[in-house]
């Protein structure tokens, strides 16, 4: 009940089963919906900024805090398996949702999981846009969030964004992430030679200059999927896609319009 008042004052639409213990939300809107997958250690509220220009387009647009983040169950799911069983969630979560194939938007780690599912579940996925997103644990990645230090050393502006995200144990959430990427946990971890059976559309989004996330794993996405196309910026950013929001809305839009309509 409470989560359900919850989404009834942000003037999100009601559900009246559950089809996932994840914390989800969606607005209302047509079909084919939109479905947002955020960052390694982030939660879906970091696509504030992003979704209500997404919402405008008349879609239904829908978002999830994956299992370990935001206000989903912050079960220890830091081990080898971590990318398997958020996919595994993901598809709980869709095929409760809607019978009909979606549009994955996915940032960092969330457009690996997209990818994921994508290439394993092509049946649910009608397209997928991922950004800054790897494909591997490669050690240029592994050495920059090493460098970032214990999430207690952190400035108190970035302490108090992700305490608000994920709550009072934000401090146990961000470091069980950030210790299985750089304590050899995810050093096996490479989907490569799946991205060659994903059917649908891909649009790849990356920083030429990102510094958590080389250039080799868009090429890798684009070398690997038939029908995947590539947008370069160049901001130095991890976050392109809220660098330039503007002209990546409108790319988005431009991809699902095109690219996924044909």
């Known amino acids: 009940m409470a989560a359900a008042a919850e989404r009834e004052a942000n003037g999100l639409s009601l559900h009246t089963a559950p089809v996932s213990d994840l914390w989800w939300s ?4 047509s079909t084919p919906s939109i479905v947002l997958l955020h960052e390694g250690a982030g939660s879906s509220q970091v696509w504030r900024s992003v979704q209500p220009t997404l919402s405008t387009s008349g879609r239904r647009v829908v978002m999830y805090d994956r299992r370990g983040f935001g206000r989903s169950p912050h079960d220890d799911v830091w081990t080898p398996a971590h990318f398997d069983a958020a996919v595994r969630d993901l598809v709980e979560l869709l095929t409760g949702l809607s019978t ?13 999981v997209a990818l994921m599912v994508a290439a394993r ?3 649910l996925v009608r397209s997928a846009i991922v950004v800054a997103t790897h494909v591997f644990a490669d050690a240029v990645t592994v050495a920059a969030l090493r460098g970032l230090g214990q999430p207690s050393e952190w ?3 970035i ?11 934000w401090e146990r959430v961000v470091g069980g992430w950030l210790s299985m990427w750089i304590n050899g946990t995810l050093a096996d971890w490479d989907v490569r030679e799946e991205l060659g059976r994903i059917e649908c559309p891909v649009l790849v989004v990356h920083d030429r ?3 958590l996330s080389p ?4 090429e890798a996405i684009a070398a690997a999927v038939s029908g995947s196309t590539v947008r370069w910026y160049d901001h130095g950013s991890h976050r392109p896609h809220l660098a330039d929001i503007r002209r990546f809305v409108a790319e988005a839009r431009a991809f699902w319009a095109g690219d996924v309509a044909e």
């Open 26 to 29: 969606s607005d209302p809107g």
């Open 100 to 112: 009909q194939p979606v549009d994955l938007l996915g940032h960092s780690d969330g457009g690996s």
């Open 121 to 123: 579940h092509p049946r």
């Open 155 to 157: 400035a108190e502006r």
């Open 159 to 169: 302490r108090d964004g992700y305490a608000l995200q994920h709550g009072p144990d």
């Open 209 to 211: 200059r990102d510094p």
């Open 215 to 218: 250039a080799q794993h868009a």
